[in-house]
């Protein structure tokens, strides 16, 4: 059973339009992470959540791009205006402590296509 | 800072040969080091994983990885390689936050 649910699992939407991703650790782990993937590259962390309090969000363009995770269990990823440069793949991941260490446990994903 | 870096954006194989994708990373304190594998249009599914101990791990999939401290490596091998290895595979290091590699993508020649 997956760990992290994640919708929608593409979107397409054009320059300047405002976009959301939502993302549920099925588990209700409390670490949550959204990572930006650009085509050929590997993940890049945007935003840490630990319960509903934001970790780490020293790489999220704030300008545009917003996170939150107000109950402490599913989180909303938002974008707006979108640009050419977002599109990429959205990916949410939780924490899971197996084998004496935490893991990071991904999602499927979110591929964005800005027109 | 830590850093991740996967020399080879692509290696081809033939399917029944041995495999070894290499990755070596900057890290401040001893690393926990990981190695996910992602199918097209997929997310990260986790291979395998060092933090202590045993220096050589094994993983999913028939897959083992070495972690060579001198060397700064974490090299992920395996055996014999099934066409359905074929996928991004991404060393990434860290405990929080975790820093990836630019992938190598592996190809299976049948």
């Known amino acids: 059973e997956a760990e992290v649910a994640q919708s929608p699992r593409y979107k397409i939407t054009e320059k300047s339009q405002a976009v959301a991703f939502w993302c549920d650790p099925i588990s209700g782990h409390a670490t949550l992470y959204w990572y930006r993937q650009i085509l050929g590259q590997g993940p890049e962390l945007l935003v840490q959540?630990?319960?509903?309090?934001?970790?780490?969000d020293s790489q999220l363009p704030k300008d545009r791009f917003s996170a939150e995770r107000l109950k402490g269990v599913d989180s909303t990823l938002k974008i707006q205006p979108a640009e050419l440069g977002d599109s990429a793949m959205y990916l949410c991941?939780?924490?899971?402590?197996?084998?004496?260490?935490?893991?990071?446990?991904f999602g499927p994903g979110t591929r964005l296509t800005v027109l | 800072a830590q850093s991740v870096t996967q020399p080879d954006i692509h290696i081809t194989v033939s399917e029944g040969a041995s495999l070894e994708l290499r990755c070596n990373y900057s890290?401040?304190?001893?690393?926990?080091l990981f190695w996910y594998v992602q199918s097209p249009g997929q997310g990260l599914q986790l291979l395998l994983k060092y933090f202590s101990g045993d220096t050589l791990v094994q993983g999913i999939k028939g897959f083992e990885a070495e972690f060579k401290r001198s060397q700064s490596s974490f090299n992920l091998r395996k055996p014999s390689v099934h066409w359905s290895d074929a996928a991004e595979y991404f060393c990434a290091v860290g405990r929080n936050k975790l820093v990836f590699g630019a992938g190598t993508i592996l190809r299976v020649k049948s």
């Open positions: 959540f630990q319960d509903e309090s934001v970790v780490d």
């Open positions: 991941a939780t924490t899971i402590f197996a084998g004496d260490t935490d893991t990071q446990y």
């Open positions: 890290y401040g304190a001893t690393p926990y």
